[in-house]
């Protein structure tokens, strides 16, 4: 009796994580911060965006959802395809459950950061409209604005036709801030969290998906590989989960604040000691942000924890101390997620040396949002991560290679 009630459980599990699985391939390319590191140029990037990595780092308030730090995207890695109108027009996305609005570049941004990229040509589409909206998003101390467009959205999909949201509303950007966006390997960003952080109130494009029947499931998951060519296997799927990116069992988090995926932190250690939340702090669960993020001050200690010294503008560790380098765990609703010090470092080469930086970031975010850390790409990596809005909970797991 027993054997059937676990295999009826675990049938049960298989059939809600199934459904109909609608995934889409994201490519790994190397960084922003890996590009200017080769060029020798990192050093001048901190100085003309006005960041200093090592005494204080970029700070947001957060407090609306058109407050977006730019630091976020200068080690993302990846990246998935998009196609907007009628014929399709193809763009490269980060899919950010960090924030809620789709936009990318139009043909008429005259900034350089929009002449480096492909531009949406809204008169060559036969199924594009235009509520006559503008947008304004701030990232750093710069801000990305335009107009309000709607069309129909696709992504490419794996082994099925790829879905197809009409009427998505969506933003072209006029004018793109900074050098951040000029080098940078993608066109735009699509929003995947919730809609009350939509700047103009503009329906996000998994809500659409939703509404309009395109997934079985309310849900989406997102694998990270850790293979440094191309990120092979890396996906994102709508409307379900896949067993075979994950060992064990799904551990399931509530979300506490619906805006971010925003879930409760028990504690974090550092070598097996309690070092921050000793009694608990709030966190979110974010593919749009490379790094792992908390409060400066606790970075900085957090650095200082695990040999991380100023290098260069950024944290750096000696890649021959990674083996005696202590573990980091965050405890998240009574499950410990450790982190080895080779998950939570980056591995480069500089000059042909190796060079191996660290995966912690300080970003000071203000009430009434924050203080908040960010469980970024160097956490998913190692976490397969399911996004359940049917449930409003996010699943983890440890991540299969």
Known sequence: MKMLLLLLLVLLDLGEAQGSLHRVPLRRHPSLKKKLRARSQLSEFWKSQNLDMIQFTESCSMDQSANEPLINYLDMEYFGTISIGSPPQNFTVIFDTGSSNLWVPSVYCTSPACKTHTRFQPSQSSTYSQPGQSFSIQYGTGSLSGIIGADQVSAFFCQVEGLTVVGQQFG??????????????????????????????????????????????????????????????????????????????????????????????????????????????????????????????????????????????????????????????????????????????????????????????????HPPAGPLWILGDVFIRQFYSVFDRGNNRVGLAPAVP
């Open 172 to 365: 072209e950007s006029v004018t793109e801030p900074g050098q951040t966006f000029v080098d940078a390997e993608f066109d735009g960003i699509l929003g995947l969290g919730y809609p009350s952080l939509a700047v103009g109130g503009v329906t996000p494009v998994f809500d659409n998906m939703m509404a309009q029947n395109l997934v079985d499931l309310p849900m989406f998951s997102v694998y990270m590989s850790s293979n440094p060519e191309g990120g092979a296997g890396s996906e994102l799927i709508f409307g379900g989960y896949d067993h075979s990116h994950f060992s064990g069992s799904l551990n399931w988090v509530p979300v506490t604040k619906q805006g971010y995926w925003q879930i409760a932190l028990d504690n974090i250690q550092v070598g097996g000691t309690v070092m921050f939340c000793s009694e608990g702090c709030q966190a979110i669960v974010d593919t749009g942000t490379s790094l792992i993020t908390g409060p400066s001050d606790k970075i900085k200690q957090l650095q200082n924890a695990i040999g991380a010294a100023p290098v260069d503008g950024e944290y750096a560790v000696e890649c021959a101390n990674l083996n005696v380098m202590p573990d980091v765990t965050f405890t998240i609703n009574g499950v410990p997620y450790t982190l080895s010090p080779t998950a939570y470092t980056l591995l480069d080469f500089v000059d042909g040396m190796q060079f191996c930086s660290s995966g912690f970031q300080g970003l000071d975010i």
